[in-house]
């Protein structure tokens, strides 16, 4: 994921946090990807869901990854739920930081 997110980031020249045509047809060439430049724009477009001309991270990444599996999803809609219960409906980053440490987590560690 951290890796996906740094090629999103080199590809995105202007820092917007999205991608233009611009960006992507140059990107294809950068990391010579394999695709013709007339292929480019239908690729474009595939990935441009909302289609408002540019490619968000979300957009991206649910393109590149692909949709979470039903059993995944129930997963973390359970997780989400308690401890959303937990902090009164009030799920943040901070209260995330509160309950979880993930300095102690086996994969870190």
Request: proline share 3%; glycine share 8%.
């Amino acid at each position: 994921m951290v890796g996906l997110q740094r090629i999103f980031s080199i590809m995105d020249d202007d820092n917007s946090g999205s991608l233009t045509m611009r960006e992507f047809n140059k990107a294809c060439k950068d990391f010579k990807c394999g695709i013709s430049e007339e292929n480019v724009p239908a690729l474009f477009k595939h990935f441009d869901q909302n289609g408002d001309g540019t490619i968000d991270w979300d957009e991206f990444l649910k393109e590149v990854r692909g949709d979470v599996n039903p059993r995944a999803k129930a997963v973390i809609r359970q997780a989400f739920d308690a401890l959303s219960e937990r902090c009164g409906g009030q799920f943040t980053v901070d209260y995330a930081k509160q309950v979880y440490d993930a300095a102690r987590h086996p994969a870190v560690l």
